[in-house]
């Protein structure tokens, strides 16, 4: 995936409930560079401080750790007293019982205190994660459009998912993982000098020699695994792909072309595959002839001295116990590396969601807007460039009037400016130049959401939530009763459709509406702002792309709408323009004409030129 472009600025606490939010983050470890660089691990002491906010659970996860760590140490010890003092010393059979109850006794120790490291550390892994999606969420929900201009929704969806996982995963097993091998690997090697200080001596030179070559093959066998990560993930991608367009690939005759295609990345994902099971298997034969040849020689060593008197049975078995638990400790340790590197990185992505700043934000003593509400909007002298094209005007010393309860529908042809209107009343953006008011209020003066509170929107392509009825309708107005919403469905033309859906209101609509036809949406689009009862509608009238009797229910609709409320209407059709108050003509972010529909008509202008190619080839350019 493309790097994504984010600032380093930290969020404000009121969006951090854990209170853990981290400071700036390292720009050199925020995932963006190679994998696997050591400096990514200090990324986690965000992962830290969301896991402080939970000290209890920490607490009762390291005690039980501990606890672990010594019952596992323990077991080669009772060993030591079943053999030494049960077998050798030709005891009762009550005797050799009871070293064996103390042995039962240990490992019950051990059940209990693994089964309640699991518990903890896994509760706060999870825990983490939650805490950490809904602060990322709840920042993303600051952010202005521009921000998602320039970082890909599904980049954003990602690291919401994959590297939330890798973050659950670290704090959940990985770091009590390490915890455990870095308690058993100290306090083995310390059990070990007090049983045998010459075979001890023996294993420490002998560790880095199985360790060494296990870790050097187990980073090939890392590369090639995320190599075929990426191709299992091609495949996946090239099969959506496929599927989403099936009409398009059969209408052209590509089902052969696609099915080789397919084809390839299939046996790419083998052949990546066949490697990682190659190296796997060669690790496999390593591990097992180090391991085990060294504990061969260890023992033989150990069987010398035991002969010769130096040592006892017992001490020689838990010798050879606790070697395997110290060696498997260290060796594991390797593979908690890996995985802090990786965690190291998703954190670092993470981070920067978090820290990311809202361009779009209120002032810190923002101007109250007047009550009640008049509904005024007024453009003065603004020049306005996208970010994502700064030399490009979309806007150009720019001022329009609009009075309370006036409707000026905005027409021109396609890049005109016409949506950067609305993009603007809305405050998404902010002018590079001039001011936009409502009720003579400077909207960079006001909170955001007090501005958005005044204004319903109905999009030119509807935007529904697969989610119920209901809740699309009430989208705008979230304690609307049902009194209301079948009040606005019926004075949107919906009421008759939505009755006839099989629950009603609680009617699932699947993906974006998917069950609904496009007048039918459209509809819902219009109850759900006349729900929202705001004083100023932004319209970008949606009924071009709708048949003429879903269009006829539709402009009904619209006009209801739009009765005692300041409208600014993106005009495609001339039943929305004749009714308008005003009509003001765009063309390269300026006004060209202005006046109504007779009055322009009757010039030989831009707009006459656009209202008669209505008449010819279709609706009037839309934007």
Do not use: C
Request: hydrophobic share 45%; charged share 20%; aromatic share 6%.
């Amino acid at each position: 995936m493309a790097d994504t472009q984010f600032s380093a600025a930290g969020p404000e606490a009121a969006n951090d409930p854990a209170g853990v939010i981290a400071p700036e983050a390292d720009a050199a470890a925020t995932g963006k560079g190679k994998r696997g660089n050591p400096r990514q691990l200090g990324n986690l002491a965000m992962i830290m401080r969301f896991a402080s906010a939970y000290p209890r659970q920490m607490t009762f996860a390291l005690l039980a750790l501990i606890v672990a760590a010594g019952a596992t140490l323990a077991i080669p010890a009772g060993f030591k007293l079943v053999i030494d003092r049960g077998f050798d010393s030709g005891g009762s059979t009550e005797d050799i019982g009871r070293w064996f109850r103390y042995l039962f006794m240990i490992t019950v120790v051990l059940g209990i205190s693994t089964a309640l490291r699991f518990y903890f550390v896994s509760w706060l892994g999870e825990r983490v994660v939650a805490d950490i999606r809904l602060t990322v969420q709840r920042n993303l929900l600051r952010l202005a459009p521009s921000f998602f201009e320039t970082n890909r929704p599904s980049e954003i969806a990602s690291r919401m998912t994959s590297d939330t996982a890798i973050v659950e995963q670290v704090v959940g097993t990985t770091v009590s993982v390490a915890l455990r091998n870095i308690v058993v690997g100290i306090g083995g090697i310390a059990y070990l000098f007090s049983l045998a200080p010459k075979l001890t001596g023996m294993l420490l030179l002998g560790i880095p020699v199985i360790v060494l070559p296990i870790v050097f093959i187990g980073r090939k066998l890392e590369k090639v695994a995320r190599s075929s990560q990426d191709r299992v993930a091609n495949v996946g991608a090239t099969t959506t792909e496929v599927l989403a367009a099936m009409k398009i690939v059969q209408a052209f005759g590509q089902e052969d072309r696609e099915a080789a295609r397919f084809g390839a990345a299939v046996e790419s994902t083998f052949a990546t595959a066949r490697r990682r099971i190659t190296l796997r298997a060669s690790l496999t034969a390593v591990v097992i002839t180090l391991i085990f040849g060294a504990i061969t020689m260890i023992m033989w060593q150990g069987a010398v001295d035991v002969i010769e008197g130096r040592l006892s049975g017992g001490d020689i078995a838990a010798f050879v116990l606790t070697g395997g638990l110290v060696a498997g400790a260290f060796g594991a340790l390797t593979e908690v590396y890996g995985d802090l590197l990786r965690a190291g990185g998703a954190a670092g992505r993470l981070n920067e969601l978090l820290n990311e700043q809202p361009e779009i934000k209120a002032p810190a003593n923002p101007i109250v807007l007047p009550v009640p509400p008049r509904g005024q909007i007024s453009f003065q002298n603004v020049s306005f460039a996208y970010p994502t094209r700064p030399d490009t005007l979309a806007l150009k010393d720019f001022s329009l009037q609009v009075s309370p309860g006036e409707t000026v529908a905005i027409v021109g042809p396609s890049g005109a400016g016409k949506s950067t209107l609305f993009q603007l009343a809305q405050r998404f953006y902010d002018p590079q130049a001039g001011s936009v008011r409502i009720d003579g209020v400077a909207l960079s003066s006001a909170d955001p959401k007090e501005i958005r509170h005044r204004m319903a929107f109905v999009p030119q392509d509807s935007v529904l939530f697969a989610s119920s009825a209901r809740d699309n309708l009430r989208y705008g107005n979230w304690a609307a009763s049902d009194d209301d919403i079948w009040e606005a469905a019926q004075a949107a033309n919906a009421a008759e459709f939505l009755r006839k859906l099989p629950e009603g209101l609680d009617t699932y609509l699947g993906e974006g509406g998917a069950r609904l036809s496009g007048g039918q949406r459209q509809r819902i689009s219009i109850a759900r702002a006349l729900l929202r009862n705001a004083p100023i509608l932004l319209l970008d009238e949606a009924t071009s792309a709708l048949d003429a009797e879903s269009e006829k229910l539709v402009q009904t609709a619209l006009e209801r709408l739009m009765q005692g409320r300041t409208t600014l209407v993106i005009a495609h059709r001339l039943a929305t323009i004749r009714s308008a108050d005003r009509i003001v003509v765009m063309s390269d972010g300026a006004i060209v004409e202005e006046g109504t529909h007779d009055q322009l008509a009757g010039r030989n202008g831009l707009y006459a030129r656009l209202s008669s190619l209505q008449f010819t080839e279709g609706p009037l350019a839309a934007e």
